[in-house]
């Protein structure tokens, strides 16, 4: 079945510092990617997406680009913030398929 | 979390009791789900609907049933609550060929 591997945390760093959270997983066929964020209290917020194979989805800064070669989508950031603390979900949906299969999460706290 | 409405925000109930979670939206999506997040386990999905009249299970149902009678409502229902169905629990919904989904603000739930 489908899966989702992703970088355990928790993940600390300095503020303006790069981030990258490692995002690998296993499917049949051409599933989307999406990469969710979960702010401390909240539900989950759909940070960027990517549909197809080279696509590279972005917002706020985050980058990720699906890599079907090496079956990854790994989240990237050139220059975090404190306000980007936050649990980090990768996950996909099968080609016509309505579920989404998630990772257990990366926690990413930001300091000043 | 625009759209997508959880009631309550927080729950204890004891061993044995019964209740129902309320996820309600105003987006007339066609997709509703339910996923629990435990730590260490990222979210799991738990019932789904594509439909109003049509639902069906997801990786772990066991505990809970669901009903779809309208557009705008995706009830779970826990028939006899156990300690390990202390959670949180995400309601989200989706719709179109590329969708994405889109989460409650999660109702926690403590069973003692």
């Known amino acids: 079945g489908d899966s989702v591997t992703q970088m355990e945390g928790p993940v600390t760093l300095s503020e303006e510092a790069f981030l990258t959270i490692n995002c690998t997983y296993t499917a049949t066929g051409y599933p989307s990617l999406f990469w969710y964020v979960q702010y401390p209290g909240e539900g989950l917020q759909l940070l960027l997406k990517?549909?197809?194979?080279?696509d590279k989805g972005s917002n706020k800064g985050f980058e990720a680009t699906y890599r079907k070669e090496t079956t990854s989508f790994h989240l990237e950031k050139g220059s975090v913030q404190v306000s980007d603390s936050a649990v980090y979900f990768c996950?996909?949906?099968?080609?016509?398929?309505?579920?989404?299969?998630f990772g257990k999460g990366t926690l990413l706290t930001v300091n000043p | 979390n625009a759209g997508v409405t959880q009631t309550p925000k927080f729950q204890v109930l004891k061993t044995g009791q019964s209740m129902t979670l309320q996820c309600a939206q105003d987006m007339n999506h066609e997709y509703m789900s339910w996923y629990r997040q435990d730590p260490g386990m990222g979210l799991r999905l738990i019932h789904y609907?594509?439909?109003?009249?049509?639902?069906d299970q997801g990786e772990v149902p066991n505990g809970y049933n669901v009903s779809r009678s309208t557009t705008e409502d995706f009830p779970l229902r826990l028939l006899s609550a156990a300690p390990s169905q202390t959670s949180v629990y995400f309601c989200?919904?989706?719709?179109?060929?590329?969708?994405?989904?889109?989460f409650g603000p999660g109702t926690r739930l403590t069973v003692t």
């Open positions: 989200a919904i989706g719709q179109g060929e590329n969708y994405e989904q889109y």
């Open positions: 609907s594509v439909g109003a009249g049509i639902t």
């Open positions: 990517a549909t197809k194979a080279d």
């Open positions: 996950a996909l949906r099968g080609l016509g398929n309505y579920k989404l299969t």
